[in-house]
């Protein structure tokens, strides 16, 4: 899809926009004919672990039958990686088509000019609704109030966790994040699923929940998640038991991301979820950079964690995976982040590190994070251009050993030949281009 007219005239918008609202987008909905009006929608909002919920949730939707697209973002591959159909990329027909409709909308928008994630959205949505969707699971981008996937009125709300991010944006405490991100929940929702919430992040939300009289269900509530040693991991909801669910799911954190997936979908469905279903779903989906297990000699992990919550949880995760090794890390992060809190957290769990710059021009410089890591006891190499630190990294590990790649999705996006992605011809027949 790369150098199509569709994909220039996305990648010349503006990343950010003149300020925040949603005018435009509804005003662009409106043109578009409001393409996903009466398709059931979940709409996942929160710190960390979105993706994974918004993809594990449609992948169930598909396995029970239902037609469902998933719109996560930012991607690592490329565009099509943030709409798809039944687990499957758009295709580049479709994609196209979609940008023409959405593009021949822009002059009805106010100001004239629309941001690049709005357009994206916007070309989600129109995309599902031609396509025929019957459910679809959206990813919040930034927040949620004001966030352009706020035109959906929503029949499951998700908040996968509350953490401190974006504060600049969203606000310094936890109580106005939670505020902004639980505003995509219309007052009086009884499908709002809950993660598991540290004790300050529930005293956070659970006024907003209160006032806004929000119900539904809680991951250690409602929501049980039994994983006894490690795997298999068994989900109970108000429904019953999925009973032990062969999949691979690694940590904690993703046990939790998948139970949510689990109660959003039978919020959805109506009813509990199949055990023999779920268990398809999960093994065949895709879900680049997101604890990404990718098997050799030496193995490697690919994570996005991008902010300290990502890199504790991540951090948290590794010991299950590789055992007692401690990974060579290839690290590179935006400047907009929490450099020292993610090194704080990654530190402890790595042996060394080859720190690198993403070819994004928000990366921070290298030395900045080499230093951070010296100072809390890591062995670091600068190594020009993240394929280079891989191969660095993977040299030094050896075949026995193990590699990390984490800080930053545009890292990741710069490896992305290491991913797996879907064939065209697949990608056609499932979107009728």
Same mark, same amino acid.
């Given at each position: 899809m790369?150098?199509?007219?569709?994909?220039? $005239?996305?990648?010349?918008? +503006?990343?950010?926009g003149?300020?925040?609202?949603?005018e435009?987008m509804?005003?662009?909905?409106?043109?578009?004919g409001?393409?996903?009006?009466?398709i059931? #929608?979940v709409?996942?909002?929160?710190?960390?672990?979105?993706?994974s919920v918004?993809?594990?949730?449609?992948?169930?939707?598909?396995a !029970?039958?239902?037609?469902?697209?998933?719109?996560?973002s930012?991607?690592?591959?490329? $565009?099509?990686?943030?709409? &798809?159909l039944?687990?499957?990329?758009?295709? %580049?027909g479709a994609?196209?088509?979609?940008?023409?409709?959405?593009?021949?909308?822009v002059?009805?928008?106010?100001e004239?000019q629309?941001?690049?994630?709005?357009?994206?959205?916007a070309?989600?949505?129109?995309?599902?609704?031609?396509a025929?969707?019957q459910?679809?699971?959206?990813?919040a981008?930034?927040?949620?109030?004001l966030?352009?996937?706020?035109? /959906?009125?929503?029949d499951?709300?998700?908040?996968?966790?509350v953490?401190?991010?974006?504060t600049?944006?969203?606000?310094?405490t936890?109580?106005?994040?939670a505020?902004?991100?639980?505003?995509?929940? =219309?007052?009086g929702?009884?499908?709002?699923m809950?993660?598991?919430?540290?004790?300050?992040? $529930?005293?956070a939300?659970?006024?907003?929940? @209160?006032?806004?009289? /929000?119900t539904?269900?809680?991951?250690?509530?409602?929501i049980?998640v039994?994983s006894?040693?490690?795997?298999?991991?068994?989900i109970?909801?108000p429904?019953?038991s999925?009973?032990?669910?062969?999949?691979?799911? !690694?940590?904690?954190w993703?046990?939790?991301?998948?139970?949510?997936?689990?109660? #959003?979908?039978?919020?959805?469905?109506?009813?509990p979820?199949?055990?023999?279903?779920?268990?398809?779903?999960?093994?065949e989906?895709q879900?680049?950079?997101?604890?990404?297990?990718? &098997?050799?000699?030496?193995?490697?992990?690919? +994570?996005?964690a991008?902010? %300290? &919550?990502?890199?504790?949880? /991540?951090a948290q995760?590794l010991?299950?995976?590789?055992?007692?090794?401690?990974?060579?890390?290839?690290?590179?992060?935006?400047?907009?982040? +929490?450099?020292?809190?993610?090194?704080d957290?990654l530190?402890p769990?790595i042996? #060394?590190?080859?720190?690198?710059?993403?070819?994004?021009?928000?990366?921070?410089?290298?030395?900045?994070i080499a230093?951070?890591l010296e100072? =809390?006891?890591?062995?670091?190499?600068?190594v020009?251009?993240?394929?280079?630190?891989?191969?660095r990294?993977?040299?030094?590990?050896?075949?026995?050993?193990a590699?990390l790649v984490?800080? @930053?999705? !545009?890292?990741?996006?710069d /490896?992305?030949?290491?991913?797996?992605?879907?064939?065209?011809?697949?990608?056609?027949?499932? $979107?009728?281009?």
């Open positions: 790369a150098g199509t007219p569709a994909e220039n $005239w996305i990648e010349g918008l +503006d990343l950010f003149m300020k925040f609202g949603l435009r509804q005003t662009l909905m409106e043109a578009l409001h393409p996903v009006r009466g059931p #929608a709409h996942v909002v929160g710190t960390n672990g979105k993706s918004t993809r594990m949730t449609a992948a169930i939707l598909t !029970h039958g239902l037609r469902t697209g998933a719109y996560v930012p991607h690592v591959m490329g $565009w099509h990686e943030r709409i &798809a039944d687990g499957v990329p758009i295709s %580049p994609f196209a088509q979609a940008a023409d409709r959405v593009q021949a909308a002059p009805d928008v106010p004239g629309i941001t690049q994630f709005e357009a994206l959205t070309v989600a949505l129109d995309a599902f609704g031609t025929g969707a459910a679809i699971v959206v990813e981008g930034l927040g949620g109030r966030d352009a996937t706020n035109v /959906l009125d929503a499951v709300v998700v908040l996968t966790g953490d401190l991010d974006h600049e944006l969203l606000g310094e936890l109580a106005e994040i505020g902004e991100k639980l505003a995509v929940a =219309r007052e929702l009884e499908g709002v809950i993660g598991a919430l540290s004790p300050e992040a $529930w005293a939300v659970a006024p907003i929940v @209160s006032e806004r009289s /929000l539904g269900w809680r991951v250690g509530q409602e049980v039994e006894g040693n490690r795997l298999p991991v068994s109970s909801t429904n019953g999925t009973g032990p669910l062969d999949v691979p799911v !690694h940590a904690d993703q046990r939790g991301n998948l139970a949510l997936a689990v109660g #959003a979908a039978e919020r959805v469905l109506g009813g979820v199949d055990r023999a279903l779920v268990e398809r779903a999960i093994s989906m879900n680049p950079g997101r604890l990404q297990v990718i &098997a050799g000699a030496p193995v490697i992990v690919m +994570d996005g991008h902010n %300290p &919550a990502g890199a504790r949880a /991540l995760s010991p299950e995976i590789l055992g007692d090794a401690k990974p060579v890390a290839v690290i590179g992060m935006m400047a907009d982040k +929490d450099c020292a809190g993610i090194c957290a530190a769990a042996s #060394a590190a080859r720190v690198t710059r993403a070819s994004s021009g928000r990366a921070i410089r290298p030395e900045f230093r951070m100072m =809390r006891g890591v062995p670091v190499e600068i020009p251009g993240p394929a280079r630190a891989l191969e990294a993977c040299a030094d590990a050896g075949p026995d050993g590699v984490a800080g @930053s999705l !545009h890292l990741l996006s /490896l992305a030949t290491l991913a797996a992605a879907s064939g065209q011809n697949h990608a056609e027949e499932m $979107w009728g281009r």
